[in-house]
């Protein structure tokens, strides 16, 4: 597969395209010569990012307003995987994190994080790749986290959650590259996006020079992807971090881990 314009026509689709990664994605790749499928939850924002992607390069943009962490609105996307129309690359973007630590949390809120993190990125892969593979011919970028490498954030499961999609990546991207289909999963540490702000975490405190540009961060992406990496980490200081996060012992990350949003205070117990 090559992710260059070609004078074939070949067609994108982004979960979570509204913003933050989602969005660079769409920018990206709508300016190199793809066609797009956009998902998200709202309708009006997806409308509006169609529409400054039409207007700007004259490529087609369909919308599809779903909920990824039900089963209606990932059989709707599953069903445009599907569909005659192929799709030659899915980014699995959606995703969520939680402000509360799992000892303060709820069993609805935990498994609304497994739905979209998890459980739609394992749905819209699978019905990504069977038509992939049957052509011989496709891609997929699944967008985990340096978090997954590490219980970096005490109390907290979407680390767990990120964990699982770079396993599951790395190991079906294994299984998908004699078919000629590549599947990468894609591991930035924190990116100015709307991710945080969304889910109620106070990143106030995070030291300047540890954020990435979501467009930076695509630029790399799908460089790697290119090179046929199953794991992407952007930007020199997370591939550091992520090597001292798979060899540091236990206990030391323990005592370092700098976010502890997931903590509960002695008083709180």
């Given amino acids: 597969m090559t992710l260059e314009s070609t004078t074939l026509e070949r067609r994108a689709l982004v979960t979570g395209a509204t913003s933050g990664i989602g969005a660079a994605f769409a920018r990206r790749l709508a300016a190199d010569g793809w066609h797009l499928v956009l998902v998200a939850r709202d309708a009006d924002r997806l409308a509006g990012i169609a529409e ?15 909920d990824l962490s039900t089963d209606d609105g990932c059989a709707t996307v599953e069903q445009r995987l599907a569909s005659d129309s192929p799709i ?9 994190s939680l402000s509360k630590p799992f000892l303060r949390s709820t069993a609805e809120d935990e498994a609304r994080l497994l739905r979209l993190n998890v459980h739609a ?8 790749l069977r038509p992939m593979t049957e ?20 109390g907290s499961t979407y680390s ?19 078919f000629g289909v590549r599947v990468m999963a894609l591991c930035p540490g924190y990116t100015r996006t709307e991710f945080h702000e969304r889910a109620g975490i106070n990143m106030s405190k995070t030291p300047e020079w540890m954020w990435l540009q979501a467009e930076d961060v695509v630029d790399e992406a799908l460089r790697d992807l290119r090179k046929g990496k199953l794991v992407s ?10 090597a001292g996060l798979r060899h540091a012992p236990r206990r ?7 976010d502890t949003r997931g903590r509960i205070g002695r008083e709180e117990r």
């Fill in 121 to 128: 990125v394992m749905r819209l892969t699978l019905a990504a």
């Fill in 52 to 66: 400054e992607l039409r207007t700007r390069h004259s490529h087609d943009v369909e919308t599809l307003s779903a």
């Fill in 252 to 258: 030391l990350l323990e005592v370092v881990s700098r």
């Fill in 135 to 154: 052509r011989r011919d496709g891609a997929v970028i699944n967008v985990s986290s340096v978090a997954g490498f590490g219980a970096v954030m005490p």
């Fill in 160 to 178: 767990a959650s990120k964990a699982w999609v770079t396993n599951f990546s790395e190991s079906v991207g294994q299984s998908a590259r004699p």
């Fill in 88 to 96: 030659h690359l899915l980014v699995n973007n959606a995703g969520i």
């Fill in 233 to 242: 980490v952007p930007a020199w200081k997370y591939k550091v971090a992520v």
